[in-house]
């Protein structure tokens, strides 16, 4: 590969890998099927999902080096109901039902390829989006304070389930800015990408909207239908 920096997300090079094709090839062939056709053919066990980056979860088992290229991030304000899931707080009658909203912090992140110890392996770099809380965030703000903003950094997580994670800081240029060809490339994949942060944290969910789901989940649970009963199937017998 020599200097170049692979930017194709880990999850489709890992299928081009396995299907012996270049990224270039595999992103052409289902890019231009989907946009064409609204479909594609592609083999059993390849998966497209509707965003063109995953979320990053941390794992104790494996230290990862990363950075982020973009000095901006998406704050939102959200609330979480099993019927609207995630959406953007509008004031009023969400906070009333569900209480304050929690607050979570947005970023583009890309993540080098390395073993456990977050030892680089090679220049292949994988694009994710990086949700983070108050705690982590502000461990991130603290890192960020007393090193350079342009360093790489190695997250170590302390707990999986809640993402609990600890930024250090790697001295020197991050490795993604070394070369200036492969700069340039990073930073524009990632101003295209950092746009579906918003959509991936949360939806924009109307006050008719939630009052009309709230009023529906209200008559569904007093109905049975919330038990998972069928009441039409138990007909009177004479």
């Known amino acids: 590969m020599g200097n170049e920096i692979d930017i194709t997300p880990g999850s489709v090079r890992n299928e081009i890998k396995e299907m ?3 990224n270039m090839e595999l992103m052409e062939e289902v890019s231009k099927s989907l946009l064409e056709v609204g479909f594609a053919v592609v083999d059993l066990g390849v998966a497209v999902s509707k965003y063109p980056l995953e979320r990053y979860k941390a794992q104790k088992a494996k230290k990862d080096r990363i950075a982020y290229p973009l000095q901006k991030v998406v704050v939102a304000k959200l609330h979480y109901t099993q019927e609207n899931g995630y959406f953007f707080c509008f004031g009023g009658e969400c906070c009333e039902d569900l209480g304050l909203p929690s607050v979570r912090y947005g970023l583009l992140m890309i993540r080098y390829t390395t073993n456990a110890k977050a030892e680089v392996l090679n220049k292949d770099i994988e694009f994710f989006a990086h949700i983070l809380g108050y705690d982590s965030y502000q461990n991130l703000q603290d890192v960020k304070q007393f090193a350079n903003i342009n360093d790489d ?10 993402q609990k994670i600890v930024f250090t800081s790697v001295p020197g240029k991050s490795l993604w800015r070394e070369d200036e ?14 746009q579906f942060l918003p959509v991936m944290m ?3 969910l109307k006050r008719e909207d939630y009052l009309k789901n709230k009023v529906s989940d209200v008559v569904e649970s007093v109905s049975g239908v919330k038990s998972g009963v069928d009441f039409s199937l138990f007909k009177k017998t004479t």
């Open 20 to 22: 012996g094709k270049t």
């Open 153 to 162: 950094l190695i997250i170590t997580c302390t707990e999986e389930q809640w």
């Open 181 to 194: 060809v492969s700069k340039k490339m990073v930073e524009e994949q990632a101003e295209k990408l950092f």
């Open 202 to 204: 949360g939806t924009k």
